[in-house]
């Protein structure tokens, strides 16, 4: 299975797990992590244990930021960068967490971050009223 981490500012991470629940019927696999408040150390320590947690059947992690360049950004990037299972994607919506959910069983961990890139890339458009 692959495992997901929202980590984003204030209650944002849990306000996507839990619509993405209520569309889905279920959250299996992803943990929320909220760095408000946070030092970079304790971000990174608690970051740290997640991607630490996850059984033996874990195919890899994709890390959901809120913002690229951002504190949850730069602590995810320096977490990631010595474990060739973690991935980080950035920009984080609710079509990158649905697409999460609905394809991580069936491509692999690289295909899934190019899938939920372009999903989340897809659902960002602007309605034109005339007048």
């Known amino acids: 299975m692959k495992y997901g981490i929202v980590i984003a500012h204030g209650p944002l991470g849990d306000a996507f797990l839990k619509a993405a629940k209520s569309i889905m019927g279920t959250d299996e696999g992803l943990f929320p992590l909220s760095v408000t408040d946070m030092s970079l150390q304790e971000i990174e320590s608690r970051l740290t244990s997640i991607v630490n947690e996850p059984c033996d059947d874990v195919e890899g992690i994709i890390v959901m930021a809120c913002l690229r360049g951002g504190s949850s950004w730069n602590v995810s990037a320096a977490v990631a960068k010595d474990r060739p299972h973690v991935r980080l994607v950035s ?19 690289d295909e899934l971050v190019e899938e939920m890139k372009k999903e989340a890339a897809k659902g960002i458009t602007s309605l034109q009223l005339a007048g």
């Open 91 to 109: 920009g984080l919506n609710l079509a990158m967490l649905l697409t999460f959910l609905l394809k991580r069983d069936i491509l692999s961990l």
